[in-house]
């Protein structure tokens, strides 16, 4: 049996990860770890800086790790407010992975990618695996960079590190956090609360999203699959659903007919047409069989109903 490690277990995915993980291992073989205590009691939680290289090895050694999701980053809109802080952060914990898994210390090492290593000269429809890359914001530039380094880790020192390049993810389980995507979460609580939303992307915005727990089960997916079989190297396309902020308010008004939407466009607008509005995900599919299970109604309906019990009023509206 082996033992499970997630640094930035307090995040949007991080959350949902450790979920499934202790469901599917049991809990005390996945530790949870962040740089901050998380809002509920956990008995398998350890403070962690990913920063700090000799913490994140003792902990390694501690409890006997295997294998580890490396889920702690500044994301893309927080990103282009303290580029160097989010460079030197997002760029150490990974070479801090890296490293250990070099001297042996990891035996399998999951690092999420994005859609943030795209830019305004990729392709934007049914965007390719192997395509020009030129990313124009602080995020994407050091996925891009993170890409090239576990590819030659994989290839020099034979280090097993896999990834996936994700696309804007919604759940209704955690807020998100800093996100040019952000608006495909809060528009679902502002629906439910106040029904209306004021959107930061224009009507006509679109970009490939994915649903939790597609994005949960592609990620637990690849750690799994035959390594031998994994032609790629750096970080696997993977898709789920593209849709723009219009039509996701004309799928929740399918159940709340009274919500409205107007939109005031900020500087995550320029972001947001640097990336794709659509992904090929070809390799994924033939290499370890992913596929997305959720479309945009099926993941609308799913949210609002389990939002509800935060809104408990909006109950017999979506039942």
Do not use: C
Request: proline letters at 6%; glycine letters at 4%; hydrophobic letters at 40%.
């Amino acid at each position: 049996m082996k033992n499970i490690l997630v640094i930035g277990a307090n995040g949007q995915i991080g959350t949902d990860l450790v979920a499934a993980l202790r469901q599917k291992y049991t809990p005390q073989r996945v530790i949870a770890s962040d740089i901050k205590e998380p809002t509920r009691f956990d008995a398998h939680f350890k403070l962690l800086d990913a920063t700090d290289k000799e913490a994140v090895r003792q902990i390694l050694i501690d409890f006997d790790i295997d294998e580890v999701y490396l889920m702690a980053a500044i994301l893309s809109a927080s990103a282009e407010k303290i580029p160097d802080k989010a460079w030197e952060i997002n760029m150490k914990v990974l070479f801090n992975a890296l490293e250990l898994s070099k001297e042996g210390f990891i035996n399998k090492l999951f690092w999420p990618s994005s859609i943030a290593v795209f830019g305004p000269h990729t392709p934007r429809i049914d965007t390719p695996q192997y395509t020009v890359m030129d990313p124009n914001t602080v995020y994407g530039i050091s996925k891009l960079a993170g890409e090239r380094w576990i590819e030659y880790y994989n290839n020099h020192y034979d280090v097993d590190v896999r990834s996936v390049r994700y696309p804007g993810i919604i759940s209704w389980k955690t807020l998100p956090g800093g996100g040019t995507t952000d608006y495909a979460v809060e528009i679902f609580h502002e629906a439910l609360q106040n029904r209306h939303y004021t959107s930061f992307l224009a009507p006509h915005t679109r970009l490939p999203m994915m649903y939790m727990p597609d994005a949960i089960e592609a990620t637990i997916n690849i750690m799994e699959a035959d390594k031998e079989k994994l032609r790629i190297k750096n970080s696997y396309n993977i898709a789920g659903i593209s849709f723009t902020p219009e039509e996701l308010a004309t799928a929740i008004q399918q159940y709340l007919p009274d919500f409205s939407i107007d939109y005031q466009p900020d500087f995550r607008q320029a972001i947001a047409e640097s990336w794709p509005e659509s992904i090929n995900d070809a390799y994924a599919f033939k290499d370890w069989h992913w596929h997305h299970k959720y479309d945009l109604d099926a993941m609308v309906r799913d949210m609002l109903q389990n939002l509800s019990n935060k809104y408990p009023k909006e109950e017999s509206l979506l039942l």
